[in-house]
């Protein structure tokens, strides 16, 4: 409760009164005076802050909500100011053997609250599943056993989730479906299982059934692991522009397997280390080490754990979880991107023009690597990293088999770049750049010529590998 507001505990039936002479238009002229909001029986009432308010705790509980209306009346009218936080829980769950029949974190792992779970337990469960095709293929008939094992009615689709489709079209196709199958708008999520593009497309699509329909994420490759299933983004391509529409909508849960990473291609696994690397180039020395020491073994083993087992010193499991540990340290108190100064947008400057150009010629992983390794110079060339540094780095890069340059990442598509994102950032450019392996700040003062010898720098060393 904040400080200031008083609240009084004596009888019930004065409340009604004190709620109806609140709602009466007494504020004086040209003053703001601000109300607390409190739930009588199933009624909202508004209080002044500051006031006494009268009610018997035991016959009538009272729910104060952290919600706030301000009022001022002058001359034109009268004018109210809603303070409302809006407030998500979700949950990033790691497991093992995620289909197997007796494991129940698939139907029960996002519900926290012990008697919601009894009613959930209690009743026969439904399920929608999107699938990618791919991974239906790979997966698909142990989805199907789990949930008739389980006696869920399910319906499963699945769909060719790639960036090429990943539009509105895909999104209204997924509704139409959900429609005809009919879910609890607060107690039925919607499952999504597959790569980023596929837990893009499903997170939008519930985001817009019912105004907010939970569902659930279990991403299938390295990427999606680590990158799109533990924030609150989802989205799709629009007029030929990256992630164009969207909404900020967590999950009720992601469940991480690390079992699924292993039937995907080597190329993909390179492809997730490069946001993995930008992580570790942002924020933890630590983890850049140990790709730099361990790039090939993860690439080879495809991050699963020795004999099927994870130890403490295990590098696959020691890259991921702090992987996605500095990702949540930086999503979670910026969940809405109010603060647009975010250093995970590192590699994500000049990378959507890139991929966007070339599709489908590079993958998300590959195109931010580009841009890191560019911006890596940036760095070099502004006196924030040494030539050991930017070597190590690119190095690094290298190890992990990305690309660390491509033809059509031209001058001119660079400055385009640089442009839409001063032009859609509030007129700065906040552009995260690294001040050492592990460090990295935000910088608003950078000019062309510097740019330009940048690239000319990158283009020339990096362009002949």
């Avoid at 790709?291 to 890259?319: I, M, P, V, W």
Wanted: proline letters at 4%; a neutral charge.
């Amino acid at each position: 409760m904040p400080a200031g507001e008083i609240f009084t505990l004596t009888t019930a039936r004065e409340v009604p009164k004190k709620a109806k002479e609140n709602n009466e238009l007494t504020v004086t002229r040209g003053k703001q005076k601000e109300y607390q909001l409190i739930k009588v029986k199933d009624t909202w009432c508004r209080v002044e802050s500051g006031q006494e308010i009268a009610c018997d705790w035991e016959e009538d509980p009272i729910i104060v909500s952290q919600a706030k209306i301000s009022e001022k009346i002058s001359e034109s009218g009268v004018s109210w100011t809603v303070q409302a936080p809006i407030y998500f829980r979700y949950k990033v769950i790691e497991t093992q053997s995620l289909l197997d029949p007796s494991n129940s974190t698939l139907l029960y792992g996002h519900v926290s609250d012990p008697q919601e779970l009894e009613v959930y337990q209690k009743k026969t469960q439904r399920r929608f599943i999107v699938i990618d095709v791919t991974v239906d293929k790979l997966h698909g008939s142990k989805v199907r056993k789990y949930f008739e094992a389980n006696n869920v009615h399910y319906k499963v689709m699945a769909l060719p989730t790639t960036e090429e489709t990943k539009s509105m079209d895909m999104v209204l196709k997924i509704l139409e479906e959900v429609q005809k199958f009919g879910l609890d708008r607060r107690t039925e999520p919607i499952i999504a299982i597959g790569g980023g593009v596929c837990l893009d497309i499903v997170g939008l699509a519930a985001s817009l059934y019912r105004r907010r329909t939970p569902y659930i994420r279990i991403p299938t490759t390295l990427l999606s692991y680590v990158d799109a299933s533990v924030g609150a983004k989802n989205g799709v391509n629009f007029c030929n522009c990256k992630n164009k529409l969207g909404s900020y909508t967590p999950p009720a849960a992601t469940f991480l397997d690390r079992s699924f990473i292993q039937t995907i291609p080597r190329r993909q696994i390179s492809n997730g280390l490069g946001e993995i690397l930008k992580m570790a180039l942002m924020k933890h020395k630590g983890l850049f080490e140990l790709l730099e020491s361990h790039g090939k073994y993860l690439l080879d083993t495809k991050f699963q754990s020795r004999n099927g087992l994870a130890s403490h010193g295990d590098a696959a499991l020691t890259a991921m979880r702090l992987a996605i540990q500095t990702m949540l340290e930086e999503l979670a108190p910026n969940l809405w991107e109010d603060d647009l100064d975010r250093l995970v947008d590192y590699g994500h400057v000049i990378s959507p023009e890139l991929e966007m150009k070339v599709l489908p010629a590079l993958m998300h992983g590959e195109a931010v690597n580009i841009d890191m390794a560019l911006m890596t110079y940036v760095s070099l060339e502004r006196g924030l990293l040494t030539k050991d540094e930017k070597d190590r780095t690119i190095q690094c890069m290298k190890g992990l088999e990305l690309p660390v340059w491509h033809k059509d990442c031209s001058f001119q598509l660079v400055t385009k770049a640089l442009g839409e994102r001063f032009k859609h950032s509030g007129g700065k450019l906040r552009l995260p750049l690294p001040t050492g392996l592990g460090t990295a700040e935000i910088f608003n003062d950078m000019c062309e010529e510097s740019i330009k010898r940048a690239y000319e720098m990158w283009d020339k060393e990096c362009g002949e590998c």
